[in-house]
């Protein structure tokens, strides 16, 4: 399975501020992808990144509030935009395995995210 | 439409008392693929098991055993002689392809007390 690093782990924002979650993967991927978990929630898809094209956004997420960038085959980064309270929450990145879209998703450790 | 239950919200047992762990999904494809993912409170979702539809072979890995049965539509988990580690929030996820990619649907979760 890929080993998948998120920085930062966790950090504390305040409202109005605007925080980028880099997730790097030790080996190439085709598709990566950033889930939100809510407080005591389940993980929700936000967004599927490709590299090389413009990130697949779920219903109820937008470009504006989390725009993505997947430069490279290894990297990929989120920003939560103008947080709010609300967007307090554990963000994960994850990857397909070696067998592709069919194979088991593997996730990074998260990060960990307060917003005051 | 996909859908996973997990209608267990959270179940405390005794160290060394067994434990099952329901899931029931719904999905209308013939080939789909079940997971369960364990999530300590470190938060890092740690992957536990694959099952693709074509395989209702039961599984089982040390203390850990997979009840899959496509009659019922559930894929159940059981931990033998629970230890306090096992206390964590597990995830059963449902994929299926869509629209050309597989999408993940996660269960609510059921967290798990193993209590010394």
């Known amino acids: 399975s890929a080993v998948i690093s998120q920085k930062p782990s966790r950090d504390i924002c305040q409202r109005g501020t605007s925080l980028t979650i880099q997730c790097q993967v030790d080996s190439q991927v085709t598709m990566m992808f950033w889930y939100r978990q809510q407080p005591g929630q389940s993980l929700t898809l936000i967004a599927t990144?490709?590299?090389?094209?413009?990130?697949?956004?779920e219903s109820g997420f937008v470009i504006d509030k989390f725009p993505i960038s997947r430069p490279n085959l290894t990297f990929s980064t989120l920003t939560v935009s103008n947080m709010s309270p609300e967007d307090s929450s554990i963000y994960l990145c994850?990857?397909?395995?070696?067998?592709?879209?069919?194979?088991?998703?593997?996730f990074g450790p998260g990060t960990r995210l307060t917003v005051l | 439409a996909q859908k996973v239950t997990q209608a267990q919200t959270e179940i405390s047992v005794v160290e060394k008392e067994d434990v099952t762990l329901d899931c029931v999904y719904e999905?209308?494809?013939?080939?789909?693929?079940l997971f369960w993912y364990k999530q300590p409170p470190s938060g890092e979702l740690v992957f536990l098991i694959r099952r693709n539809s074509f395989d209702e072979q039961n599984e089982i890995s040390g203390r850990y055993s997979w009840n899959f049965q496509k009659s019922t539509s559930s894929f159940n988990f059981t931990i033998t002689a629970s230890q306090v580690v096992d206390s964590a929030v597990y995830f059963c996820a449902l994929s299926e392809e869509t629209s050309g990619t597989y999408k993940y649907i996660f269960g609510t979760g059921t967290r798990l007390k193993v209590l010394a």
């Open positions: 994850s990857v397909d395995g070696l067998a592709g879209p069919t194979d088991t998703q593997y």
């Open positions: 990144a490709n590299q090389g094209s413009e990130a697949t956004y």
């Open positions: 999905t209308r494809d013939t080939t789909y693929y």
